[in-house]
């Protein structure tokens, strides 16, 4: 028997004509997997934690993960980019901890109509105002647009500021008689008359003569003199002294005067109103939210109404941290292309890290998962820099931006990891530089890192991005790994694209290997055996991969396929007569990040160039 059959047995004799399929040369298939988004849910979203979770539509991740939530912007950030790839979440457990608060603060009274226009992430909210709101009326319409929108990450309430009056007179009348046994309230004057807190505390040099309560009523006693002092209770510092004279009186019920001194407190003089955020999550994530008025400013006609003033203070006070534990069970052992990581506190990344590992992790030879993992980072360059210098993994980019960016990180993440979907998915060995972050609000200009700057991001293992006509682009996305296990400088997996190149070379081969050769004998090259036979060889393996490189060059993969050929070896195991061992030397195409160009101009060619010309 010459032919090798998967099913057809050698030894049927029931007529007559039989067939089986055979598939192993008909796959042109190139092997992509999906994206994967890590993010937090509200409290009471009906999405299951830590479970691999389908995500097609921004609407399904709001009905599951709830409107506003981190996951459910960062789905609707994702998709605004890439509507059509396949797109996994896992929604993390529910820190323990409190949410991120923000002020917005109003005062004066608008003397114009206008709008007050918040940016909150990269959304605008505009509160209305008109001519002769006061504060509180413009505090409240903005509260009002807020809660209106139920995509945002917060809630909005809107409250009076109020400020205590103090006493700046206090006058007591100078003297008083009362008789034994009988009482009478001192005459106080407390000025203004509108101050928040009236109360006075009172105090007799000589309860023997005379006693005064809390209301400064005074009690005779015995026969004589005393000093009664009125104090306010206010912060203002203030008394006065009442000389009081007991005379002898009749022996009876003390009787008290109808008049009494003052301690009511008045209400505080409203002088203000703010608008409470509060983020519709617990965690530290909360206190990323951006905050900004006017971003496009008055040429864009955003202005606060004349008369009005408004100011921000940043969302703060948000705990809890966020476990992979569970997350990166739920992964299991299912293959994910680009991997959105909203959280690169160091205790993360380093367990993310651990389940990427090249011994071990996604990208060991047991396990064959590949995968990059994504991840987004605001602050100053000196923080960023010093930040990307503590880390070394080559399947971690991460990008920095500037700390007035006015979108949130985790939809900063999101739009970037979808824009590189889009395009590895294309091609794995083309730069990513200028892909378009949608919808994202970069920091205003005069805000924005210098080249110098962005230099520096990159020379210590932070991705760049820059801005074109309001517009945020990537500018390179490298990794984080930048030195050897030396501590010598290392830029062989300097660019994200190589390891996606990786990814897809090593797939390929698989494919075809794994396609054309599942059930093959393995003999030596020049073993005589009949066509069609089951058989392979390691001559006919080297053809295989040179056959697959050259389409991988045609694809614009790889390149200098001569040199390649020559130090590919392909060599059945001196040990195991069962293995082949391959040692595979390819050209990656690389991207063009640089064109330098030295414009050497003359005012007129030397008679000699022309000459020569």
Not at 37 to 44: K, T
């Amino acid at each position: 028997m010459s032919v090798s059959f998967d099913s057809i047995p050698s030894n049927i004799r029931v007529p007559l004509f039989y067939a089986e399929m055979d598939n192993s040369k008909a796959n042109t298939a190139q092997t992509s997997a999906p994206a994967l988004l890590i993010g937090q849910a509200l409290e009471d979203a009906a999405i299951e934690r830590n479970k691999l979770v389908l995500m097609p539509t921004a609407d399904q991740a709001r009905k599951l993960c709830g409107q506003g939530s981190p996951l459910a912007r960062m789905v609707d950030a994702y998709r605004k980019t890439d509507p059509f790839g396949e797109l996994y979440v896992i929604a993390v457990s529910d820190p323990k901890g409190a949410p991120a608060v923000g002020e917005v603060t109003f005062s004066g009274s608008a003397n114009a109509s206008g709008a007050v226009s918040l940016y909150i992430g990269a959304k605008r909210i505009a509160g209305a105002v008109t001519s002769g709101d006061s504060a509180l009326d413009a505090a409240q319409s903005l509260a009002d647009a807020i809660n209106a929108d139920p995509d945002l990450p917060v809630l909005a309430s809107a409250t009076a500021v109020t400020s205590d009056v103090k006493i700046t007179g206090l006058t007591v009348a100078p003297t008083l008689t009362v008789k034994t046994g009988e009482s009478a309230g001192v005459d106080v004057t407390i000025l203004p008359d509108n101050a928040t807190n009236k109360t006075l505390s009172w105090e007799s040099d000589d309860t023997a003569i005379a006693t005064v309560d809390d209301n400064g009523t005074v009690t005779g006693i015995a026969e004589g003199a005393a000093n009664v002092t009125a104090t306010t209770t206010d912060g203002s510092g203030l008394s006065g002294v009442c000389a009081v004279t007991v005379e002898q009186g009749e022996v009876r019920s003390a009787k008290r005067s109808l008049k009494k001194a003052t301690s009511a407190r008045a209400a505080a003089e409203v002088i203000g109103a703010k608008v409470t955020l509060t983020a519709k999550y617990s965690g530290e994530a909360g206190n990323q939210i951006p905050l900004m008025l006017n971003y496009y400013g008055a040429i864009s006609g955003e202005e606060i109404p004349d008369g009005l003033t408004v100011s921000l203070s940043a969302m703060q006070d948000g705990a809890g941290v966020i476990s992979l534990d569970n997350v990166i069970a739920a992964m299991g052992d299912e293959p994910f292309d680009f991997i959105g990581l909203p959280y690169n506190d160091a205790a993360t990344l380093k367990q993310m890290g651990e389940e990427m590992n090249d011994s071990s992790g996604r990208w060991s030879w047991s396990r064959q998962l590949y995968g990059h993992v994504y991840t987004a980072k605001i602050g100053p360059l000196t923080e960023l820099v010093a930040f990307g210098e503590a880390l070394n993994d080559p399947h971690l980019t991460i990008a920095g931006y500037e700390p007035k960016t006015q979108t949130a990180p985790e939809e900063l993440l999101a739009s970037r990891l979808g824009r590189q979907a889009v395009f590895i998915r294309n091609d794995p060995a083309r730069p990513t530089q200028t892909g378009e972050i949608t919808g994202a609000l970069p920091a205003p200009v005069g805000e924005r890192f210098s080249m110098t700057e962005r230099q520096s991001l990159l020379t210590h293992g932070i991705a760049s991005s820059t801005v074109n006509s309001g517009t945020l682009l990537i500018e390179r996305d490298i990794t984080t790994y930048q030195k050897n296990k030396f501590g010598v400088a290392d830029n062989s997996y300097l660019d994200s694209e190589t390891l996606h190149t990786s990814a897809y070379v090593l797939r390929k081969l698989k494919s075809v290997i794994t396609t054309k050769y599942p059930r093959h004998k393995l003999a030596n090259d020049g073993t005589r055996f009949g066509p069609g036979q089951a058989i392979v060889t390691p001559s006919v393996l080297r053809g295989e991969i040179c056959a697959a490189y050259r389409e991988m060059e045609l694809a614009g993969i790889v390149e200098n396929f001569d040199v390649f050929k020559k130090y590919l070896i392909v060599e059945r195991n001196a040990d195991d007569p069962n293995r082949v061992d391959v040692l595979f030397p390819p050209d990656y195409v690389n991207q063009l990040r640089v064109f330098a160009l030295k414009n050497q101009f003359r005012l007129q060619y030397s008679n000699e160039e022309m000459a020569n010309g």
